[in-house]
């Protein structure tokens, strides 16, 4: 079955950088936009980066404009999201998602990322 697992959160101080990855397994990953989402302790899940299935447009939330890039390997079947400048705001569990045309959609676990001195 379809199994996103999401990797590289971890403590990091103000300033720094971290890069998370997710692994896909069980469905074509060449065919799905891929997103990277984060919740905050009592806040909702908001979208932080979305790329599209070819790599080709990408797409950022406000805040982490300029800071974040989000890329992907086909090949690997792996998605990125290159962290840096970290900032206390950016604590949050990262989630990895995986969406076909609003057909179907997959959730990875979350990977925990927190940004304190």
């Known amino acids: 079955q379809a199994q996103l697992v999401e990797s590289g959160g971890g403590l990091v101080q103000p300033g720094g950088s971290l890069r998370l990855s997710c692994a896909a397994s069980?469905?074509?990953?060449?065919?799905?936009?891929m997103s990277w989402y984060r919740q905050a302790p009592g806040k909702e899940r908001e979208l932080v980066a979305s790329i599209t299935s070819a790599g080709g447009s990408t797409n950022y939330a406000d805040p982490v404009k300029g800071r974040f890039t989000i890329s992907r390997d086909n090949a690997k079947n792996t998605v990125y999201l290159q962290m840096n400048s970290l900032k206390p705001e950016d604590t949050a569990v990262y989630y990895c998602n995986a969406n076909y045309r609003n057909y179907f959609q997959y959730w990875g676990q979350g990977t925990q990322v927190t940004v304190s001195s």
């Open positions: 069980g469905f074509t990953f060449s065919s799905y936009t």
